[in-house]
């Protein structure tokens, strides 16, 4: 059997790869210039899990403000998917954003994206509201998630 994932701090050096995932999988992907803006805000932070290979194959973004976090980015290479590379990628999310003093994280996800509400479940993310016409390239309402840290975490 695999070993399960195991996730990374996310590096300069990594975003190019990234930035090639990031255009292979969304409509409206970041570039990795958005990626490097992104990522040199101390509030925002990022993670990896690589391959057998040591290819990088997900990565995820999360950000905190105050005391909430949020879920800024999600994705994994489509060889690489159903073997808990988002699943680890959110558990590292969530306790980086515990240990910066985060009580409740949100996120948004495309409405019909089936896997990714489905990954958010599976770590305890509840359903909070809809925001319409929040997406382009395709229109789109958003599913606005949360979870609660004190109480929420599937993994707790
Ligand atoms: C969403 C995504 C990150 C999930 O990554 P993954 O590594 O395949 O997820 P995991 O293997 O950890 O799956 C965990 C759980 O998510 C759910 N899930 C995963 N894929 C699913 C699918 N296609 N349909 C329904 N549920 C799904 C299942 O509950 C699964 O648990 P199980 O394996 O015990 O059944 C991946 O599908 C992806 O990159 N999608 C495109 C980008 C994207 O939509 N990102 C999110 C933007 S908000």
Known sequence: MAPPPVARQLRADDLSRV????????????????????????????FAVDGEDGLLIGYGVCSVVADEGEILN??????????????????????WLRARGSGRVFLEVRSSNE???????KAGFVPLGTRRSYYRHPREDALTMTLDLAFGDARK
């Open 19 to 46: 930035a090639e995932i990031e255009a292979g999988v969304f409509s409206d992907p970041w570039s990795k210039r958005s990626f490097e803006e992104m990522l040199a805000q101390d509030t925002v932070h990022g």
């Open 74 to 95: 999600l994705a994994v290479e489509p060889g690489a998917r159903g073997r808990g590379v988002g699943t680890a990628l959110i558990a590292v999310m969530l306790d």
């Open 115 to 121: 896997a990714a509400i489905g990954v958010y479940r």
